[in-house]
């Protein structure tokens, strides 16, 4: 035992037992020694001999120690160590990172032999998730194909490209072609469209003259106190008005900053456009034999497109109320290509209506309302008779828009309207409104004279402004069986134009009306 009460290694076992033996048979060293005199030795025992003269052992016992394994040198240390140690050397390679190993080309090859099992196989998992029709399952991956390509470098994306992507979409000036007068569908749009769900589809109905250019572009990106000339929509000119011309024609189309798409149309049952085709001897396409019945078909594809189309229609009157028009707006219900209902709008009804047809949001818009049009008893007549008009009609024509709840009648209850439809009135524009309404009487004092007569409703500015904030804030329910980002609804609206055209509905009708 040492000094510390501790065994020394190797004193006992076979090692022990062996030089013990060879002792015995050697001797002790130099022969036998004299026990006196003052030159006398020490007969050393073993255990002695072995604390003595260590240098005089084996070297092959030496080396069989196991303390020697943990002297060896780093770089055979590093050879011997398991593979999925928790903590790397720290001369080994510093470990890849996830995005570097996902990113990484088919043409690159596969990671260095130290990575671990695991990581070694994400690169060919990413080219077999490629090979599989395109199908990924990680964010990344979608990044690299519609990004970087293929055959892209494995570090980070472009910043370009990146920029590209958050750059906010160009700012459409004024209104372009959807459809041409010829009634041809026109590609331009798809430029200004982008690739998301959030939008809303606002169409336009209405006789000639009523105000439907005006109003659009009031609803999209103009103020009332601007110029007209600088609209969005063009509006008739003077000269125009003079003639009894349209200025429309076709299917114009604008989009906002906000995303909503707007579709001002041509004048339904236009008597201009019919004098057109017969003054300048236009050739009609060979189904239609008259040109007025070619004329009624082309309204009727119109609105036959916008209640596909649409999440909301406005049909705007200037006067209350043409019995025609609601049958028009009845016809092309009629009519109107088959579509299939969204999957996750609630009917209210039974099951048996889920395979129901789809049909947007309908307000009526009565432009150039007179004072006596905002009397309350009046108002509820107009309610009334449209409630009885429309009252087997599919669209919804009531219950997502109220002038109660705006505040314009401040002094009615919102239950005032037994059946409440989306109407709602607008007034002349200020400018107009001051050749119309009397001011006060001249002897009333100098004070009383200068103010403005009674109008009997809010300002113009103020009704536009609720109508539009009501406009924007209506439901947007899916228009087919599947989600449509904005440049979806753009394919979808051109097949179901193509679809209208070479209805047999329409074909059908049209040969009735000859």
């Not at 060879?22 to 026990?35: H, T, Y």
């Not at 196989?121 to 990344?140: S, Y």
């Not at 456009?273 to 019945?293: A, G, V």
Request: proline share 9%.
């Amino acid at each position: 035992m040492s000094d510390s009460g501790h065994s020394q290694p190797g004193l006992y076992g076979p090692d022990r037992r062996r030089r013990w033996n060879r002792d015995k048979e050697l001797g002790p060293p130099g022969g036998p020694q004299s026990l006196s005199g003052p030159g006398r030795e020490r007969d050393y025992g073993p255990w002695d001999r072995e604390r003595r003269e260590p240098a005089e052992e084996p070297v092959g016992s030496v080396m069989q120690k196991t303390p020697i394994i943990l002297a060896k040198p780093p770089a055979e240390r590093s050879k011997l160590a398991p593979a999925p140690a928790p903590v790397p050397p720290a001369t080994a390679p510093p470990p890849m990172e996830k995005p570097i190993v996902l990113m990484k080309s088919r043409e690159e090859g596969k990671g260095p032999a130290g990575a671990s099992e695991g990581a070694a196989q994400l690169p060919a998992a990413a080219t077999k998730g490629e090979k599989e029709g395109q199908r990924p399952t990680q964010p990344v991956y979608q990044i690299q194909n519609r990004g970087m390509g293929s055959a892209a470098s494995s570090s980070t994306m472009d910043p370009v490209v990146g920029q590209a992507k958050l750059m906010a979409p160009e700012k459409m000036k004024h209104s372009i072609k959807l459809v041409d007068d010829q009634m041809n569908w026109c590609d331009s749009a798809i430029e200004y469209l982008l690739d998301q769900t959030d939008v809303l589809v606002v169409g336009v109905l209405g006789l000639q003259g009523t105000g439907k250019s005006m109003l659009m572009s009031l609803l999209s990106a103009n103020q009332p106190e601007e110029d007209q000339r600088a609209y969005v929509f063009r509006t008739q000119s003077q000269e125009i008005k003079e003639r009894g011309g349209n200025q429309t024609s076709g299917i114009d189309f604008f989009i906002t900053q906000e995303r909503i798409i707007f579709l001002d149309t041509q004048p339904i049952l236009s008597p201009s456009i019919l004098d057109h085709l017969i003054n300048n001897d236009r050739k009609l396409p060979p189904e239609y034999n008259l040109p007025h019945t070619y004329v009624e078909m082309q309204s009727l594809q119109i609105a036959a497109f916008l209640f596909t189309v649409c999440h909301v229609v406005i049909v705007v009157q200037d006067w209350f109320t043409d019995l025609s028009l609601y049958r028009f707006l009845q016809t092309a219900e009629m009519v109107k290509p088959s579509t299939p209902s969204p999957s996750h709008e609630s009917t209210g009804s039974s099951g048996a209506d889920e395979g129901t047809e789809y049909y947007p949001h309908v307000v009526f818009l009565q432009n150039k309302a007179k004072r006596e049009n905002f009397c309350p008893r009046n108002l509820k007549q107009m309610h009334v008779v449209i409630d009885k008009i429309m009252m087997h009609s599919h669209l919804k024509y009531k219950g997502t828009l109220s002038m109660l709840e705006c505040n314009i009648f401040p002094g009615l209850p919102y239950d005032y309207l037994d059946t409440e439809v989306n109407l709602f009135l607008l007034p002349f524009t200020d400018s107009d409104a001051d050749d119309t309404f009397p001011r006060a009487a001249p002897g009333g004092g100098p004070l009383f004279s200068l103010l403005p007569g009674y109008k009997g409703h809010p300002s113009f500015q103020s009704l536009v402004a609720k109508l539009r904030s009501q406009i924007m804030s209506m439901a947007r329910p899916q228009l087919s069986h599947t989600i449509l980002t904005e440049k979806n609804w753009f394919h979808y609206a051109a097949r179901i134009w193509d679809g209208v055209k070479k209805s047999s509905a329409l074909s059908e009708y049209s040969r009735l009306l000859a």
